[in-house]
């Protein structure tokens, strides 16, 4: 029976496809789609977050000017400082690093790099904004 029923459907495909006619897009449809297209504004507009917000940078830095400020403040005579019960010879007195020595002249290029990596996160922030903006 359901062959029957395939050979009637196919039939019926068959006469309809001789029937009907190629139908063409009329001449200016192509212009008509693409103009169409651009006037279409996205529904969605991406919202970009950066990956640390700016209350984490806030707390870090402040974090570093907390220590920093307690070395200054610090004093040799009190005994009651957490950096007085560290003993700092163990890391300095090893043999991986017996004859390992740093001179200035490395230890400003390495300052200085870091510092102008720094200053340069900004300039990059700005133009990148600039770059992408609508």
Known sequence: MQVNENKELEKLA???????TLESPSFDFTSKVMSQVLETKPSRVMVYKPLISTTTFVA???????????????KEGQNESLFTT??????????LLSGFSISKISVYAVVVSIVMFYIQIPFLKNHFDKRFEV
Do not use: P, W
């Open 14 to 20: 068959d006469k309809i496809m001789r029937e009907t």
């Open 60 to 74: 870090i830095f402040g974090l570093i000017f907390v220590f920093c400020a307690y070395l200054f403040m610090y």
């Open 86 to 95: 560290i003993q700092y010879s163990k890391f300095y007195n090893n043999r």
